[in-house]
């Protein structure tokens, strides 16, 4: 399967978690294709992520979005969260919650698949979206910072942030591993249990 990114935490998250189930009859490999993001809602950025790399590829594809939604700032930074990361950091991040009520929060992964352009040429290529969801609460950056914005994300119920766990447990309990267990049924459904 064609799993169009240049992010290798992505790449080998996916991977990890894919691979975890030693039934999997899907190898992932991945391709970098600079793909201009459009703003709207989560979904609607992967919608058009995945048909724009369908369309480039000529073939069935995979897609991912991340987003992290702050509870008091309705939703934001949402699918922007690359950009205030890279901008402000995690700290900035934090900070940018002083003075609210709550640091509650939701990390939302999109999985995007599909199966390759159309036939007519006028109609956009199908696309099917998987997502996860997390719940949690936005602290001062704990663990180790390997991965984005993991060290300010403490999973609910946890007391843990997601860069204070395992790759295992990370992996058990994160948004993109339970969007990876829609996309991985859908995708069964479709090639079986045989690669």
Known sequence: MLFVTGNANKLRETREILGADSSSPFEIVNRK??????????QD??????RRAAEIIGGPVITEDTALGFDALNGLPGP?????LSEIGNEGLYKLLDGF????????CTYAYSPGPSKDPNT???VFLFEGRTEGTIVLPRGLGRFGWD?????????KTYAEMTSEEKNVISHRSKAIGFLKTYLTGIYGSQS
């Open 151 to 159: 060290p300010i994300f403490e999973v609910k119920g946890s007391g």
């Open 80 to 84: 922007y969260i690359k950009w205030f």
């Open 101 to 108: 009520p709550t640091r509650s929060a939701a990390a939302l």
């Open 124 to 126: 956009p290529p199908e």
């Open 33 to 42: 294709i600079d793909l201009a993001e459009i703003q709207g809602t989560t």
């Open 45 to 50: 950025v992967s919608i058009e992520k995945c």
